[in-house]
């Protein structure tokens, strides 16, 4: 009895042989996230607009197709999914790992640095999910968006970052509602702050490090790995009747 009960909550997380693109695979979250799919033996179809960073996440995992391409690009996004269709034979999904991290006072805020920010964050954001939904088409699929949990709570300084991440949150609410009939799940994970190298800047201010750590109940920073269970939830059979949600780590 033990066995099978085992065996039926293996399964439940499962994600073998399931297929996924991963954008920001170069990146300090992206690149762990996808490492761990596939060791959980998942195919991936990674991109990054950096060669390098996504050269060295590449040649750590076997039979990935590697590609330096922005997500923000269309038809880059329309041909990685049909090149991940044709070299593996389906198509599960794709996590958005990719984004910007400006940080400044409202009143001193470079105006091309805050719309660039929300360009990245949210407009790409919206034109990948949109891109890969129309690649999953009826078969349905995952679609799951690194947030923030700047997407919720307020910090100084963050004007564009944590609207663009609230911004984000929100649409992945609306198209959830949208695409749920065709069986498209739209989530987001909103991760606390993390040591990547996105942050490594900031967080080598003393002060800036010190007031991030007191903020977070742990104690501490979050860690790539932090997300990996809520990540395979939600690519997983067991968050099969999740959407909509940002799931906060």
């Known amino acids: ?15 073998s042989g399931r297929v996924y693109l991963v954008a920001g695979a170069g990146g300090g979250l992206g690149g762990p996230i996808a490492c761990e799919l596939a060791r959980r033996g998942a195919k991936l179809v990674l991109f ?38 044709d070299r593996f034979g389906r198509l599960d999904g794709a996590i958005n790992a990719a984004g910007k991290l400006p940080i400044s006072p409202a009143l001193e805020f470079d105006e091309a640095v805050f719309r660039d920010c929300i360009e990245v964050n949210i407009v790409s954001a919206f034109t990948f999910s949109r891109a890969i939904a129309k690649a999953l088409g009826d078969d349905g699929g995952r679609i799951l968006h690194i947030a923030s949990v700047s997407s919720f709570v307020v910090n100084p300084n963050y004007a564009a970052y944590a609207s663009s991440k609230a911004g984000l949150a929100q649409m992945v609410k609306v198209l959830a509602r949208e695409w749920a ?10 991760p606390a702050l ?20 007191s903020a977070i109940p742990m104690g501490r920073l979050g860690e790539p790995q932090d ?3 809520a990540v ?3 690519l997983s059979d067991g968050g099969r ?8 780590a």
Do not use: W
Not at 1 to 15: E, G, H, K, P, Y
Not at 241 to 248: A, E, H, P, R, V
């Open 181 to 190: 009939p065709r069986n498209i799940l739209v989530n987001a994970i909103g």
């Open 227 to 229: 997300l990996f269970g």
């Open 1 to 15: 009895m033990a066995d099978n009960q085992q065996t039926a909550c293996d399964s439940l997380f499962d994600i």
């Open 194 to 213: 993390t040591e990547t190298g996105l942050t490594h800047d900031y967080l080598a201010d003393a002060g800036f490090r010190k007031n991030a750590i």
């Open 48 to 85: 990054d607009t950096c060669s390098e960073a996504l050269a060295r996440i590449g040649g750590s995992i076997d039979d990935a197709v590697c590609e330096t391409a922005d997500m923000g690009d269309t038809a880059s996004v329309e041909r990685l999914a049909t090149l991940a269709r």
């Open 241 to 248: 009747f999740i959407t909509g949600q940002t799931i906060y």
């Open 232 to 234: 395979l939830l939600l």
